[in-house]
């Protein structure tokens, strides 16, 4: 398993992550098995968010009940979970009593003194930044926060925020899969005067903004069609070529089409990290054993072009 170093943090983490926002009505014994199989195969990161549920902080809650952690096995483990999303409206808040009463409410939930990340899950167009390096800066110094970043957002909303943040942004969870690759795809059709491939729509270059700050990205939804369309894996009708690569490729590797489409993005020189959403532990399995395949740059781009992405 390939790891990345957060920067600015002395956390090692794992190019796939575990995400648990689907687990609010599995057992014990499901929770336990799917985290001992992500562990057993390099996965010792598990992505959390205060929203995921059914009611706020549900699925942090199941979690610590299934696992039952000791203080060592916690320290084995990287938990990172998101806040500002308020489900009553619904609206955004990144105030500091927003901030800091959602991750005081996290931490009992998922029976810990200490969040090794947490993101702001989603812009909130009302964020005042003195207000979040408040929290930012409270959290830290109490031990509660380990290190900060973002989710879903675009190169001038984490500018903005660093105009009074001090700590270092270290990650931007953001929507990745081979089918929907813009924050790619835009930079590849760079300069394409009538291709709708071209059209920057995220501020400008959000991908390569982050590398340049040394933010990890965390893809999410790797599988996904579109924004929760379903996913592509085995979707012949709509991705036929593309399935097809995705076969012929696994058969070269020795994975499943799962392993190459989780492949594909850790090809990638960012060393971004991969976070599943499946509750299926076979799936974990078959997604971590892509984590540190190198393609080539040809297979890269065969199924780059195989999804439906322009290369001029």
Known sequence: MKTVTLAGTDIVAPNVVLGLMRIADKSDDQ???LV???????VD???HAAIYGTEMHQCEARFAEAMQLTSSQRAELTIQTKCGIVPDGPYFDYSYEEITSSVDASLRALR??????LLLHRPDALVEPDEV?????????????RAFGVSNHTPRQIDLLRTSVTQPIVANQLQLSLTQASIIAQGVASNMPGQDQSITSDGGGILDY?????????AWSPFQKKFFDGVFLGDRDTYPELNDVLDRLAA???LTPTGVAVAWITRHPAQMQVVLGTTTPSRVADAAAGSDVP??????YELFRAAGHLVP
Do not use: M, P
């Open 295 to 300: 393609l080539t740059r040809a297979e890269w």
């Open 31 to 33: 929770i336990q098995d």
């Open 252 to 254: 070269k590797y020795d």
């Open 133 to 145: 390096a408040r929290a930012f800066d409270q959290l830290s110094a109490s031990g509660k926060v």
């Open 36 to 42: 001992r199989t992500a562990r057993d195969n390099g």
């Open 112 to 117: 810990t003194d200490y969040i090794d990340v």
């Open 45 to 47: 990161f598990v992505d």
């Open 210 to 218: 982050c590398r340049l700050h040394d933010i990890t990205v965390q």
